[in-house]
């Protein structure tokens, strides 16, 4: 007897089952939110959330190259899925609130303006979504970067010091140079300045702050950020 009819039978079930996994894995979700827009308010000009900089995608590719996503996501959890609220990593400060603390966890409309999202599965550092909310300033990451021990003394987290480079100072010290001390302090006259990909790098990280409200969330109404860059 021919086994024919029953490898035909066989793989019509397997392209049938690669068919409906792509349909419900891949066209669905692309369908129900791959078309978000921002939100704009009646009688407003601002939207939420505001549109990256240039420096900002640029500093997507350098994430990406790096490797930050194997050991950081980007993805707050609700309090009904894990710890992450608890943790303090979707934490805001509300500024039309008397700056009210108040939490709140990633929608999908978070991520229409990144050009690559990295949500991330493996948490061996915090989760980076709201990270320019806990170090909202260049100099603070420049300085983690560099030596991730300076403000953390038990980070698993590598030095990035080839971001930078060790130059004469001629005049005025760089605005953007590294207050270093110690060990890690360069020689007189020298200064240790960012390289262009840790700019983009920091402008990348300081445009992850989730500090504003979109209108079908629920819960508490999170903070407006300072930087819209």
Not at 49 to 57: L, Q, V
Request: charged share 20%.
């Amino acid at each position: 007897m021919s086994s024919t009819p029953h490898f035909r039978t066989f793989f019509y079930l397997v392209l049938a089952s690669f068919f409906f996994n792509w349909l419900f894995l891949v066209v669905w979700p692309w369908t129900n939110l791959g078309h978000q827009a921002p939100i704009q308010d009646e009688g407003s000009t601002d939207i939420t959330p505001w549109a990256i900089s240039g420096a900002a995608h640029a500093g997507e590719e350098v994430y990406a190259a790096n490797g930050c996503v194997y050991c950081h996501t980007q993805q707050v959890r609700a309090d009904s899925s894990g710890a992450d609220i608890i943790r303090g990593w979707g934490t805001a400060t509300d500024l039309s609130d008397d700056k009210k603390q108040v939490t709140r966890r990633s929608y999908p409309r978070d991520y229409i303006w990144q050009h690559e999202v990295f949500l991330g599965n493996s948490r061996n550092g915090a989760d980076l979504s709201n990270v320019a909310q806990r170090f909202p300033d260049a100099a603070t990451l420049y300085r983690y970067l560099y030596d991730p021990y300076i403000l953390n003394p038990h980070s698993s987290m590598p030095a990035y010091r080839f971001l930078f480079v060790r130059q004469k100072i001629s005049g005025q010290r760089s605005v953007d140079a590294l207050d270093l001390a110690g060990d890690d302090a360069p020689p007189a006259g020298y200064e240790v300045v960012p390289t262009a990909e840790a700019k983009s790098l920091v402008a990348y990280l300081l445009s992850l702050q989730k500090g504003y409200h979109l209108p079908d969330e629920k819960g508490p109404v999170p903070a407006t950020p300072s930087n819209k860059s």
